[in-house]
């Protein structure tokens, strides 16, 4: 449906790129756009070998500032997650509002190397490399802005969504977090899969068997990956950017700086196979405490696991 900017949206852009509707078109590549409770949406689409269309929801993402990492006294809290220190990010951008799923995969790739097969579950077991190859071919096909990886400081500043809290608010959460066991955080619960309560989704017939896993929140003997979207998303209308599946992220690992920055990348060369690249987000088999906006891991980008996904991004220059 054509998007009405509203005297508020056209009286304030959020930054050198504002709302990317105002001018009443949407981006080139959008099969439907709109706007609603979350702000602007712009749905983009795939054909499979069979002639279905597959389609992925993407959400605006507006400039601003954060503070990326945790405080000192944050529950849960890892040395790595600091120092806590402002980032400014001055390109808004697209962003998927789930991670992208087996039947999205399959549609560009062809095949489905997921432990837990389910179209509408996220696709895992995809190495860093393997997903480059499949940005080359969306990317062979996309007109305007490019598909890409967020950046680890895009990836915080969307799962925020302005909160400073450990987890983001919903209207059953203030975004604190209180963990009772390694495996339980009722703060959890409404928002992400994790540890406490990943019991495995009707169709998986191959759950990890968790029986021995202790301090969960709910009591399971086996657990996997869940269909994406059925928890609260955060504010701007994201899915899953915790639990669920880790998410790959664009950049190298690395140490945070102890002063502000601007657009931060650390990305290097994407062919280099024995990098360490930032994961985020968390998945349905860790702890607690690994299920936070703030929680950074690192795999080496030739590694794959049943818990490793990935979310895209479209970033608008202009």
């Not at 931060?264 to 990098?275: A, H, I, N, T």
């Amino acid at each position: 449906m054509p998007f009405k900017p509203t005297a508020e949206l056209m009286a304030r852009p959020p930054g050198p790129i504002g709302h990317p509707l105002a001018d009443g078109g949407a981006p080139e590549w959008a099969a439907e756009w709109g706007d609603d409770e979350f702000g602007p949406f712009a749905v983009w689409q795939v054909s499979d070998r069979a002639g279905k269309r597959v389609t992925q929801r993407f959400r605006w993402i507006p400039p601003g500032s954060f503070w990326m990492g945790s405080p000192n006294n944050e529950p849960g809290r890892w040395p790595d997650e600091g120092p806590r220190h402002w980032v400014t990010l001055t390109k808004g951008f697209w962003m998927a509002d789930t991670p992208c799923t087996q039947e999205l995969w399959e549609a560009v790739m062809g095949k489905n190397p997921s432990y837990f097969p389910s179209p509408r579950h996220p696709v895992e077991t995809v190495s860093w490399l393997r997903v480059q190859e499949f940005l080359t071919r969306v990317n062979e096909k996309a007109e305007g802005d490019r598909f890409d990886l967020p950046t680890e400081a895009q990836w915080e500043y969307a799962c925020r969504a302005d909160s400073k809290t450990a987890l983001y608010p919903t209207d059953q959460g203030d975004g604190r977090i209180k963990i009772l066991g390694e495996g339980n955080a009722p703060a959890l619960d409404p928002i992400a899969w994790y540890g406490g309560n990943s019991a495995a989704a009707k169709g998986i017939e191959n759950g990890y068997d968790v029986s021995g896993w202790k301090q969960r929140q709910f009591d399971h003997q086996r657990a996997s990956t869940q269909p994406v979207g059925l928890k609260l998303p955060n504010a701007w209308g994201l899915y899953d950017m915790l639990g669920n599946v880790w998410e790959w992220c664009l950049d190298r690992w690395g140490g945070y700086p102890a002063g502000p920055e601007v657009d931060p990348e650390r990305c290097g060369e994407r062919g280099e196979d024995g990098v360490s690249r930032v994961i985020r987000g968390g998945s349905w088999r860790n702890h607690a405490r690994n299920v936070r906006c703030a929680l950074r891991d690192v795999y080496r980008a030739v590694l794959r696991d049943g818990n490793l996904g990935f979310r895209l991004v479209r970033v608008q220059d202009s």
